[in-house]
């Protein structure tokens, strides 16, 4: 019982940081998603540049793989905490800062590896799923929507590219994994998910809903997992 207690705490706090989206409108808050993407245009064509280039590089080179992984999450969940604080979007700027403290505990434990050899199949499908959706992510960009959102997406701003990046990406990741990152992640999937489908009529969120059961089945189903509530160190 426990070792449930990380578990419990986990889903208390992010039902809990999702509740304060109550603070204000569905409304108000999509047309504040909005206006945040369009004022950090820039900074999302950056993000997209880096995502390449992390994204190569990792590729190919085997020992820099890791930290560079690691980086690129911690880097795009903490400038996401940030643009969502400066925006009064407390409930994603508290999701997004745990986030990026979980990513750092993991990489400093030990827990953030990317052994690509060992990846299996539902992981790979899904994994490339989330990288791509999350880079050319079809919501909260202006017309021509194919091609904008090909160069700034608002990946790094907004939680949904956000979000589908940093989970498409651990999908690589390979044992010994971090619990708390990984159910982190996947209560953010599904809770963002689907007050994102529901409250703001994006359609595109259904693939955060997608992405998080798989996180869950995987966490569940000792996929990847020798034993499912084994406790960290």
């Not at 945040?36 to 994204?55: M, N, P, S, V």
Request: hydrophobic share 55%; with cysteine.
């Amino acid at each position: 019982m426990r070792r449930l207690f990380p578990w419990i705490a986990v889903f208390i706090l992010f039902v809990g940081f999702h509740a304060l989206n109550y603070l204000s409108s569905p409304p108000e808050i999509a047309a504040t998603l909005w206006v945040t993407a369009d004022d950090f245009r820039t900074l999302a064509e950056a993000f997209h540049a880096l995502f390449l280039i992390i994204l190569l590089a990792g590729l190919a080179i085997h020992r820099a793989r890791d930290f560079s992984f690691t980086i690129f999450l911690a880097t795009i969940s903490v400038s996401t905490a940030i643009i969502s604080l400066r925006e009064s979007l407390i409930a994603y700027a508290c999701i997004f800062a745990m986030i990026f403290v979980f990513i750092v505990r993991a990489y400093v434990t030990g827990r953030m590896q990317f052994d690509l050899g060992r990846v299996k199949s539902p992981a790979i499908i899904c994994g490339i799923g989330g990288l791509i959706s999350g880079y050319w992510f079809l919501h909260w960009i202006d017309p021509p929507i194919m091609r904008n959102a090909l160069l700034f997406s608002p990946l790094g701003i907004v939680y949904g590219p956000t979000l589908l990046t940093i989970g498409g990406l651990l999908c690589f990741s390979t044992s010994p994994k971090s619990f708390l990152l990984e159910a982190s992640v996947g209560f953010s999937l599904l809770l963002s998910g689907f007050w994102g489908f529901l409250m703001y009529n994006v359609w595109y969120d259904a693939l955060l809903i997608v992405l998080g059961l798989f996180f869950f089945i995987r966490l569940g189903s000792r996929l990847d997992y020798n034993e499912v509530f084994e406790s960290e160190k």
